[in-house]
């Protein structure tokens, strides 16, 4: 059994690790380092890019709790090579930023690439004032398991949610 380590494309400090993904049966020859995949995130599973950065015979994550890549994307062709890959750590070692933005920096030309704003309860913060708009977000957000995609909450609070967010990231309610 054959495992993927993936950094998924998103630009936040918190999702700026690698996680471990199993390579099903069907994407065994395609699966290479790379390559850009799609793969569930989160507690809601949602399906997110990212990119496998090395192969593994063993993974230290419990069989169970590991998920399946769910898309192999460019007919399998890495869109970066084991240099690239390379130099994206050492860009994230030295400079302040992602390790998904060093790599969307690199990234050749014409590839399509999608990024999710990710929104990430703050567990310590104190809570206690919020109200009306602010307080549907935090409401559904621990539905949600203190973490949703920005896109998720839009669709189910509607547009104006992003102002409530706007504030209270302002007050660190967010990470």
């Known amino acids: 059994m054959r495992y993927a380590r993936v950094i998924v494309g998103m ?3 918190q999702t700026d690790r690698v996680f471990d993904y199993h390579i099903p049966e069907a994407f065994q020859d395609e699966a290479k380092e790379g390559v850009r995949v799609i793969v569930p ?3 809601r599973n949602t399906k997110t890019e990212g990119y ?3 192969l593994a015979e063993e993974s230290e994550i419990p069989l169970e709790k590991l998920k399946d890549i769910l898309e192999i994307l460019d007919d399998g062709r890495p869109i970066f090579t084991p240099q690239m890959l390379h130099l994206a750590q050492w860009m994230k070692e030295h400079y302040f930023c992602t390790l998904n933005q060093c790599l969307q920096a690199i990234m050749p030309t014409g590839i399509k690439t999608k990024s999710t704003w990710q929104v990430l309860l703050n567990e310590a913060a104190d809570v206690s004032a919020c109200k009306g708009g602010e307080l549907a977000v935090l409401e559904a957000l621990k539905e949600m398991g203190g973490s949703s995609a920005l896109s998720e909450l839009e669709k189910l609070l509607g547009s ?5 967010i706007q ?3 302002k007050r660190k309610y967010f990470f």
């Open 167 to 169: 504030q209270m990231q």
């Open 41 to 43: 995130f989160g507690r």
């Open 160 to 164: 104006g949610v992003k102002n409530a």
């Open 52 to 54: 496998i950065l090395s």
């Open 11 to 13: 630009n936040h400090p």
